[in-house]
């Protein structure tokens, strides 16, 4: 899952023992793409030597929104800093969502604030 707060981007990725957790300024990214395929769409992000990436992305999600979103807010991107709400990019049901979030709150990487934003966006409020 991806997560697009107002400073930053959230990479989560469970995995079977256990799960991938990375927090990303967007100052600190140098780069995203996305793409797509029979299996649906991928992103890849690009950040201080480091890359994350994600594939088989459900083709009914607007994938072109989010990046879009995230390169307006990367360091020299228009908009950057504009505080407008951004989609998150996820498989997952609206529930899920929140728990994952949770779990991202709760380990320090979003602070209330931003768990409390996401998931007004999450439940449409």
Do not use: C
């Not at 992305?57 to 990046?67: C, E, L, M, R, Y």
Request: without cysteine; hydrophobic residues 40%; aromatic residues 8%.
């Amino acid at each position: 899952m991806f997560v697009a707060t107002d400073r930053r981007l959230v990479f989560f990725a469970k995995k079977l023992t256990g799960y991938d957790l990375e927090s990303f300024p967007y100052d600190h990214i140098s780069s995203i793409e996305m793409g797509k395929s029979m299996m649906g769409h991928h992103i890849t992000l690009f950040a201080s030597g480091n890359k994350v990436a994600m594939k088989w992305i459900d083709k009914k999600q607007d994938v072109s929104g989010f990046v879009a979103t995230v390169r307006g807010r990367m360091k020299g991107g228009a908009g950057a800093g504009d505080g407008a709400p951004a989609p998150a990019v996820a498989e997952l049901d609206a529930a899920d969502q929140i728990r994952k979030l949770a779990e991202l709150r709760d380990t320090g990487i979003l602070t209330e604030e931003e768990f409390q934003t996401k998931k007004a966006q999450i439940l449409g409020l």
